[in-house]
């Protein structure tokens, strides 16, 4: 009877600490979860980012404090908490979409474009129009241009042209998502840029753009291969119309093959080759033979040496 009592006044006792709700220490989580997966840290991260999903809206609102962040892992650890909380995250997420640190700007943008959070293009607009930070409005815009929001494009064609070269190297795939002329004759603009990398930025964009601006190309293209001093520009326009199954892309590239500059000529020769092989597969006509007597006559080295490199990658199999 006395243990019966006894264990009575036990249980009694006890209960309130089985009563109190033991929260999740979050911070302890966070550093966790923000770890490197490497070792036998993946299963250690991956709890911890869970446990802090599994805290509901604490964890969400905890992981929402966190979106100043400059750190690469806890970058990290923030996409995957957030991308783990799914569409409940996007609305408590656009309320920072005009946050007061451009960082935490660009992380919204970013995060909400990951979660395909289309209905949020109207407030990123509208914060993208007065945006005073290139990195923030970039991650804007990319959202909605992904979204093909066409209201964007004069706020893309700005950010082409601002000084920062990373936001302009970015943009020209931005603008080739759009079928209209000013993105294209944007692109166009951009094959002269100063930086070498942007410039090469603008080539592959408008070799994936669509075919009404690679047309606009091969217009180019032939307005200044006459021209000595637009070579460079000729050369970096030959591979985007060598994608193209036009009657006058076989004209144009040809001509190219006699131009007087050695390097057009060589990128004749290679575009050429990649036109047989893709756009121009079904056209009657011995590619081979054109550039083996072009490899003949060819009085410079280097252009000599590219145009048989184009015949062999011509032949290989």
Same mark, same amino acid.
């Given at each position: 009877m006395q243990h019966g009592r006894l264990l009575v006044l036990l249980l009694l006792l006890a209960a309130p600490l089985f009563a109190q709700d033991t929260k999740p220490d979050l911070d302890e989580l966070w550093r966790v979860g923000s770890?490197?997966?490497? =070792?036998?840290?993946?299963?250690?991260?991956?709890?911890?980012?869970? &446990?802090?999903?599994?805290? =509901?809206?604490?964890?969400?609102?905890?992981?929402? =404090?966190?979106?100043?962040?400059?750190?690469?892992?806890?970058?990290?650890?923030?996409? +995957?908490?957030?991308? =783990?909380?799914?569409?409940? +995250?996007?609305?408590?997420?656009?309320?920072?979409?005009?946050?007061?640190?451009?960082?935490?700007?660009?992380?919204? &943008?970013?995060l909400l474009l990951s979660l395909d959070a289309r209905d949020t293009a109207a407030k990123l607009l509208v914060q993208a129009k007065v945006e005073t930070a290139d990195g923030a409005r970039l991650a804007q815009v990319k959202a909605l241009a992904t979204w093909h929001h066409r209201e964007c494009v004069p706020l893309l064609i700005d950010l082409s042209r601002v000084e920062n070269q990373r936001v302009r190297n970015a943009a020209p795939a931005l603008l080739a998502k759009f079928d209209e002329s000013a993105p294209a004759a944007r692109l166009m603009e951009m094959l002269e840029d100063a930086v070498y990398h942007v410039r090469d930025a603008a080539a592959e964009a408008l070799k994936a753009a669509t075919v009404g601006a690679r047309r606009q190309c091969l217009s180019r293209l032939i307005e200044v291969l006459p021209f000595e001093d637009k070579a460079g520009l000729a050369r970096r326009l030959l591979p985007i119309v060598a994608t193209l199954a036009d009657e006058q892309t076989l004209p144009v590239l040809r001509k190219a093959l006699g131009h007087s500059a050695p390097g057009v000529r060589a990128d004749a020769a290679r575009a050429l080759a990649g036109w047989r092989k893709g756009a121009g597969a079904l056209e009657l006509v011995d590619v081979n033979a054109l550039l083996s007597k072009a490899a003949s006559a060819e009085p410079d080295p280097f252009a000599k040496a590219e145009i048989q490199a184009a015949l062999e990658a011509l032949t290989e199999k």
């Open positions: 770890l490197w997966e490497v =070792g036998d840290n993946p299963p250690k991260v991956r709890a911890a980012r869970q &446990a802090i999903i599994d805290a =509901g809206e604490d964890g969400l609102n905890y992981a929402l =404090g966190k979106l100043e962040t400059t750190d690469g892992l806890q970058l990290r650890c923030l996409n +995957a908490v957030i991308l =783990g909380f799914g569409k409940a +995250a996007i609305e408590p997420l656009s309320k920072h979409i005009a946050h007061t640190s451009p960082v935490a700007r660009r992380t919204v &943008a970013d």
